[in-house]
């Protein structure tokens, strides 16, 4: 029991740390200008008031209907695709090129595209997460395709199962670890593409909040939208990795 009571608390000694030397060069000696860094006690202040008046509460659903959206969109379009073209190598040498040429392009490159063809709000900024979750989801599903064991399909298919019966009982249960890899990754692009959509092309969200604090020189608030997102990250980490280890591997 004291092995376990260790294991959770050593995590927790860098971040203290952190705290404690950032309360000491900001509100603590005065180091540092509240202007540049605010002082952990006002990004309290600042997170009590913005969940006082909701606002804290309204763009953080606001920010997650947009990375669920996304997520879910690109997973439909990358998960069939990405099983259809590791099972066939044919189709997979078709759309290589084209993957590999689009897989490189940063998410916000499609900024001004998503604008022009979506105006602003929540659309575009779906379009941005779909395009910078897609890839990564497609890459790990099509891989976990062509690590399922030929033995096992081969075997099915020798004991007279059809095409669908080896796809669902045999190479998608193998592939789902693999899925859910990419579906851990394509959740911290998704809160990337769709913060700095909402920077630009959107007028809610997380990443509007950081950006109009900023613009009216409130620091706090936008510590506090910066922590929430990172806050968000790890829930989403925990709940993806809790999945692997006790699902899948």
Do not use: H
């Amino acid at each position: 029991m004291l092995e376990n009571y260790r294991n959770k608390f050593i995590p927790l000694i860098l971040p203290i740390c952190i705290i404690i030397f950032w309360y000491l060069i900001t509100e603590g000696l005065g180091l540092v200008n509240p202007y540049i860094l605010p002082g952990p006690i006002t990004v309290c202040q600042s997170a009590w008031e913005l969940i006082l008046n909701g606002k804290l509460l309204a763009n953080t659903l606001d920010t997650l209907y947009k990375v669920f959206g996304g997520l879910i969109l690109a997973s439909v379009v990358a998960i069939p695709l990405g099983i259809l073209l590791g099972s066939y190598k044919t189709l997979e040498d078709i759309a290589t090129l084209v993957i590999s040429i689009l897989r490189p392009i940063p998410p916000v490159a499609w900024i001004p595209f998503s604008i022009l063809w979506f105006g602003i709000g929540m659309v575009p900024a779906v379009f941005i997460i779909f395009m910078g979750c897609v890839f990564p989801i497609l890459v790990y599903t099509i891989d976990g395709v062509k690590r399922t064991d030929k033995v096992l399909i081969e075997s099915a298919q020798t004991l007279g199962a059809s095409d669908w019966n080896v796809l669902k009982r045999v190479i998608l249960p193998s592939t789902l670890p693999y899925i859910v890899s990419g579906l851990k990754v394509g959740i911290g692009i998704a809160l990337m593409c769709t913060i700095s959509a909402e920077m630009v092309g959107s007028s809610s969200g997380l990443g509007y909040m950081i950006l109009t604090a900023t613009s009216l020189f409130d620091p706090g608030t936008t510590v506090v939208g910066m922590l929430d997102i990172g806050l968000i990250g790890i829930i989403f980490d925990y709940v993806f990795t809790k999945a692997q280890d006790k699902i899948f591997w």
